[in-house]
Every structure is written in structure tokens, then in C-alpha cells.
């Protein structure tokens, strides 16, 4: 994580993070000193446990480095730049919208940027909410906020502790399930519309196997260029006017009338 990823978001010192935990702040990721075993560390530690937060043993030498007061005493705590919602909360804003739900879920999305342009393009092509994982993945820091553009207080955030579970409960409540992979048909042959969850995978591995397999359709996206992958945040985006392209083309045949936003 570098430094700048936990500027205006972190806390440091023992008594700090503690109180953090007791007062329901919502913590990312825990930094903690690699092979401590004091007591109050471990009331930290056992805090983090209740409360899912992510906790990396590292390093002094990491610590000083994300320190910037220079006192962490051994503990430093990434704090959520914005309260996550819950699934409920898309569906509610989906339904006073008169929609089908289109969820985002992004499985493994590790940038920072990326994920602060993603939630700047599902607020402009209509999304109602994001769902991302609790692990191996960026939460609401503070360099996604800016780079959100303001999105962060828009768009629901869910994060989930096994996105391929969540795609099942999902489908329970009606939703089909798209994800982005070249293997997959053209993205015009690919019906996106109706309640729908697009699925974007990792930077570098693309959407896990075990969550493809799991997905009701694969989409790609025509590429005429001489490499063989997009920007994860640019293929939501490429993918999510597609559904927006859909979802009007499919309200023109009915008649129907555009949102505003649209």
C-alpha cells in the first residue's frame, strides 16, 4: 500500500485503533508489528476478529514507513473513507427507481484509481450499487474517494465475504449474471438487460474461474488493437454503456419513457 493510500484515512497508536473498534468506525485493513504479543495488541487483535476487518502483520521498518506521526506503538488502522451499505440498500434504490437492479460486482479490483473510476461510472450509467470482496481487494480509502469524483456518496458499496456466494443469493432474488472475459461472446450478441449483476474481474488474473463458472453469460469486448486486455475500470465502463445501450433500445421497443439521467 503506498503512503498516500492512507493519508486522511488511518489511525496510529493502540489506544487510538482500540477505541476506533469500540466505537463501530468501520476499519479496512489493520497494520500490526509482526511477532507482538502484549496485551493490548492482542484486544486489538481480538476486536479485528470480531469484526472481519483485515489485519497484516508486517515489519517495523513497514510501520515507520505508513507512519506519519512517528508513534504507532506497533498498530496502524486503514479507516473506510465512506460507511459501506448493505445488499438491501441496492434494492431499495433500484425499486424507488422503478428498475431492474444493475449491480456491479468486482471481483478482486486492487487499484485504488480503478476502483474510484468504477464507482464514477456506475453513478453515470445508472448502477445501483457496487458489491466488492472484504480480501484481496481495495476498500473505500481515501485515493478512491478523490478519485470517485464524489460517486463514493452516491453509489451503495457492499463489501462481501465471498463474492461467488453472494452471486448465488443474488440469483435467489431474480438477478443473471454477466462477466467480462475475452473467451466469452460479443457483448452486443450478449442480453443485458433485465435485473442484471456484471461482474469485472482483477487487474491481472481477470474474473476468478470459481466465479466465472458461476456467471450465466461471458461477455467481451471487440478490441482491433495490437494488446489483448483493457483497463479493469475502462471495461466497466465500456460494458456498463452497453447495458445502458440495452436497457434504452429495450424501453424504445416498449415505448416506454427514458430517466432523466439517461
Not at 515507520?64 to 434494492?91: K, N, P, W
Not at 450478441?189 to 458461476?214: A, Y
Request: net charge negative; with cysteine.
Amino acid at each position: 500500500m503506498a503512503k498516500d493510500e492512507v493519508n486522511e484515512s488511518r489511525l496510529e497508536g493502540r489506544n487510538v485503533v482500540l477505541e476506533a473498534f469500540r466505537s463501530g468506525k468501520v476499519i479496512d485493513k489493520l497494520f500490526v508489528l509482526d511477532g507482538c504479543k502484549d496485551g493490548p495488541v492482542q484486544t486489538i487483535l481480538r476486536e479485528a476478529k470480531k469484526h472481519d476487518t483485515q489485519v497484516q502483520f508486517v515489519k517495523k521498518e513497514r510501520l515507520d514507513q505508513l507512519s506519519e506521526t512517528g508513534h504507532h506503538q506497533g498498530v496502524i488502522a486503514v479507516v473506510a473513507a465512506c460507511d459501506y451499505a448493505e445488499i438491501e440498500d441496492i434494492f431499495k434504490k433500484a425499486e424507488e427507481k422503478g428498475e431492474d437492479p444493475f449491480i456491479l460486482i468486482l471481483d478482486g479490483i486492487e487499484d485504488p484509481h480503478n476502483l474510484g473510476a468504477i464507482l464514477r461510472t456506475a453513478n453515470q450509467a445508472g448502477a445501483h450499487g457496487v458489491v466488492i470482496p472484504k480480501r484481496r481487494a481495495v476498500g473505500l480509502t481515501a485515493t478512491v474517494a478523490r478519485t470517485s469524483a464524489g460517486a463514493i456518496h452516491y453509489v451503495p458499496v457492499v463489501r462481501v465475504a465471498n463474492i461467488g456466494q453472494t452471486i448465488e443469493d443474488l440469483k435467489k432474488r431474480g438477478l443473471w449474471f454477466a462477466c467480462a472475459d475475452m473467451d466469452g461472446d460479443l457483448m452486443y450478441d450478449v442480453n443485458l438487460t433485465g435485473p442484471l449483476g456484471l461482474v469485472i474481474g482483477n487487474e491481472g488474473e481477470g474474473v476468478s474461474r470459481l466465479v466465472t463458472e458461476k456467471c450465466d453469460f461471458i461477455a467481451r469486448i471487440p478490441m482491433q488493437g495490437d494488446i489483448d486486455s483493457l483497463n479493469a475500470s475502462v471495461a466497466a465502463g465500456v460494458l456498463s454503456y452497453e447495458v445502458v445501450r440495452q436497457r434504452m433500445e429495450a424501453k424504445k421497443k416498449l415505448g416506454g419513457v427514458f430517466p432523466d439521467h439517461w
